[in-house]
């Protein structure tokens, strides 16, 4: 099992910053990558950016690119989400997923989540 804390939401103004961050425990080592999900009022949830275990290979939605910042720390298993110029669209809640094995299946984990709200 794997156990996902984001923290880090909040409240801020277009075009301002917010640092987003994951803490995961657990079997994190089964864990190959982790990836932010956002979930919009009356949306789908949707992939903002994923970042592999092993050579933290970074993968973003185009509408982030040049604006958010995907990272890792390995040694306290912590993954962040740096949000600059944000917009009143990028208002969600933020969810962070782990994708490992379990009994050798593919396995989704995911945390609860966190609200970021950008006013314009």
């Known amino acids: 099992q794997v156990q996902l804390v984001e923290s880090g939401g909040g409240l801020v103004q277009a075009g301002g910053s917010l640092r987003l961050s994951c803490a995961a425990s657990?079997?994190?080592?089964?864990?190959?990558?982790m990836s932010w999900y956002r979930q919009g009022s009356g949306k789908e949830r949707d992939f903002v950016a994923r970042?592999?275990?092993?050579?933290?290979?970074?993968y973003y939605t185009d509408s982030v690119k040049g604006r958010f910042a995907i990272s890792r720390d390995n040694a306290n298993n912590t993954m962040y989400l740096q949000m600059n110029s944000l917009k009143p669209e990028d208002t969600a809640i933020y969810h962070c997923?782990?994708?490992?094995?379990?009994?050798?299946?593919?396995?989704?984990?995911w945390g609860q989540g966190t609200q970021v709200t950008v006013s314009s």
């Open positions: 657990g079997r994190i080592f089964s864990c190959f990558d």
């Open positions: 970042i592999t275990w092993n050579d933290a290979s970074k």
């Open positions: 997923n782990a994708r490992c094995y379990t009994r050798g299946i593919v396995t989704d984990y």
